[in-house]
């Protein structure tokens, strides 16, 4: 896919996708694509709860959960076989371990859902994610420390059936966030908990 170019308008680094950012489009069939959400259908998806605001977004966790509240992670269900299938092939896919990927998180998008800016919480280590249903974008950011983030933004569609990868610098050098969703989109998103070498 043509994605080099989306991110030469940024003057703070090399023009390309970041350092271990990758993306495939179709990575599922129409069929598994459907499967999946009509599984996803049936699950108690609830509103995401950030320090008690409630999101737009619905997720459900499984292995574990963050609690914004507390700042630590809770355990979670366990994940089921279906979706413990697929992230073996998740897993595969982004040349990790499969036992490594213990976390999985299933949000829902309704139309005109976004997700703020963020790097996932520092607990979590690798993030392998995808899309089902609806089409996203996805935005990025530099992040420092020192100045929590700087300008040089560029965009990512993430199309229906796409599968991505978050490692090294694109994990932890950079923020994203997910643009209002124009239609109704699902998400799968597996992690590993956070290696002891990771940066903070």
Do not use: K
């Amino acid at each position: 896919m043509p994605q080099a170019d989306l991110f030469a308008a940024d003057a703070d680094g090399p023009p390309g996708l970041p350092d271990g950012l990758r993306l495939q489009a179709p990575w599922l069939s129409v069929a598994e694509e459907g499967a999946l959400l009509a599984r996803i259908a049936a699950l108690p998806l609830a509103a995401a709860d950030y320090h008690g605001h409630l999101a737009r977004r619905r997720v459900l966790a499984f292995g574990h959960r963050f609690d914004f509240a507390a700042g630590v992670l809770r355990s979670a269900r366990p994940l089921p076989d279906w979706l413990a299938g697929l992230r073996d092939r998740a897993a595969a896919w982004a040349g990790l371990p499969a036992p490594s990927l213990t976390d999985a998180l299933i949000a829902e998008y309704r139309p005109g859902t976004p997700l703020g800016w963020h790097r996932d919480v520092p607990d979590y280590e690798d993030v392998v994610g995808l899309s089902l249903g609806g089409e996203a974008v996805m935005g990025w950011r530099r992040w420092r420390a020192e100045r929590r983030w700087q300008q040089g933004r560029a965009e990512l569609p993430l199309p229906p059936r796409s599968i991505y990868a978050l490692q090294g610098e694109a994990r932890w050098g950079w923020q994203h966030a997910i643009l209002p969703t124009p239609g109704l989109r699902h998400s799968i998103t597996f992690r590993s908990l956070r290696r002891r070498e990771a940066p903070p």
